[in-house]
T-cell receptor
Framework: DGGITQSPKYLFRKEGQNVTLSCEQN?????MYWYRQDPGQGLRLIYY???????QKGDIAEGYSVSREKKESFPLTVTSAQKNPTAFYLC???????????FGPGTRLTVT | DAKTTQPNSMESNEEEPVHLPCNHS???????IHWYRQLPSQGPEYVIH???SNVNNRMASLAIAEDRKSSTLILHRATLRDAAVYYC?????????????FGTGTSLTVIP
């Protein structure tokens, strides 16, 4: 089945540790995105990539880093510099930058 | 992108139609109207989008006012699986970044 996978579904880390969230898609989409969602809030864009080896900062990129070495993969690293990392992280992809986005199931990160 | 205004919450009885309103009084001529929904603890799911004419698909219908300052998402027969947060988003077709601004949406409760 085609789709977007994110792993793991739940992730726990100690404060001060970097953590990498996985996002893989087999939809052959060029564009991929990372969003953050806090309880009772909408989604906020962290980073997006329109093509391999290229990515752009979204509204809240500070404390995060990404890479796009392969079309299918867009991992997000939450660094120790991110002041409030506990959140629900959503990855999405789209065929190109002007059409609907397809979302993965999300990773719920808890940092204590 | 222009902003949208939606009610925080709505209720509907099962198997009855649901009309979810969205106001977008500052919409521009190049803004598409997109609707997504998010089930609890899942990623958002694309529902429908349109520019000027009413649109229908297997999930819902989108009714767009003649002046385009408001729109309504119509679920023809609500089921318990339609309980979700519904987001109305404007997306400028000229924007190559494909950034979707998700607000807090309308939380739909379906009563059995």
């Amino acid at each position: 089945d085609g789709g977007i996978t994110q792993s793991p579904k739940y992730l726990f880390r100690k404060e001060g540790q970097n953590v990498t969230l996985s996002c893989e898609q087999n939809l052959n989409h060029d564009a991929m995105y990372w969003y953050r969602q806090d309880p009772g809030q909408g989604l906020r864009l962290i980073y997006y990539s329109q093509i391999v080896n290229d990515f752009q900062k979204g509204d809240i990129a500070e404390g995060y880093s990404v890479s796009r070495e392969k079309k299918e993969s867009f991992p997000l690293t939450v660094t120790s510099a991110q002041k409030n990392p506990t959140a629900f992280y959503l990855c999405a992809s789209s065929m190109h930058s002007r059409v609907e986005q397809y979302f993965g199931p999300g990773t719920r990160l808890t940092v204590t | 992108d222009a902003k949208t205004t939606q009610p925080n919450s709505m209720e509907s009885n099962e198997e009855e139609p649901v009309h979810l309103p969205c106001n977008h009084s500052t919409i521009s001529g190049t803004d598409y109207i997109h609707w997504y929904r998010q089930l609890p603890s899942q990623g958002p799911e694309y529902v429908i989008h349109g520019l000027t004419s009413n649109v229908n698909n297997r999930m819902a219908s989108l009714a767009i006012a003649e002046d385009r300052k408001s729109s309504t998402l119509i679920l023809h027969r609500a089921t318990l699986r339609d309980a979700a947060v519904y987001y109305c988003i404007l997306r400028d077709v000229r924007d190559t970044g494909n950034q979707f601004y998700f607000g807090t949406g309308t939380s739909l409760t379906v009563i059995p």
